[in-house]
């Protein structure tokens, strides 16, 4: 069973910008499509954006597209979350997922938390007005 572990998470500035890491404990991770997701206090969680296990696709949310941007490191075993421009609104703990193969979503398909089977335990990302 995979293992994720995000980080990166802080108190940034409103139009600033951070990074967010996603550190997974096992190589056949890269067999994994990977998602983000957020969760603020009394809402919903929600989906941020997703990349395909090669890397070759990327989906985001209405809410953060044009301004976050997902990308994974094979190597490494981690996959990064940018986010730029930030705002108020984007307040939230941040977390990411995994989707092992055989998914059985596709595309935007894959938006709701119950398409992914391994989490972690998120990481706090504030944002300052």
């Known amino acids: 069973q995979v293992q994720l572990v995000e980080s990166g998470g802080g108190l940034v500035q409103a139009g600033g910008s951070l990074r967010l890491s996603c550190a997974a404990s096992?190589?056949?991770?890269?067999?994994?499509?990977m998602g983000w997701f957020r969760q603020a206090p009394g809402k919903e969680r929600e989906f941020v954006g997703r990349?395909?296990?090669?890397?070759?696709?990327?989906y985001y949310g209405d809410s953060v597209k044009g301004r976050f941007t997902i990308s994974r490191d094979i190597a490494a075993n981690t996959v990064y979350l940018q986010m730029t421009s930030l705002k108020p609104e984007d307040t939230a703990v941040y977390y990411c997922?995994?989707?092992?193969?055989?998914?059985?979503?596709?595309?935007?398909?894959?938006?709701?938390?119950?398409?992914?089977?391994?989490w972690g335990q998120g990481t706090q990302v504030t944002v300052s007005s």
């Open positions: 997922a995994a989707d092992p193969p055989p998914s059985y979503c596709s595309g935007y398909g894959c938006s709701l938390p119950t398409n992914y089977d391994y």
């Open positions: 096992e190589r056949t991770f890269r067999s994994y499509a």
């Open positions: 990349i395909s296990w090669s890397s070759d696709m990327t």
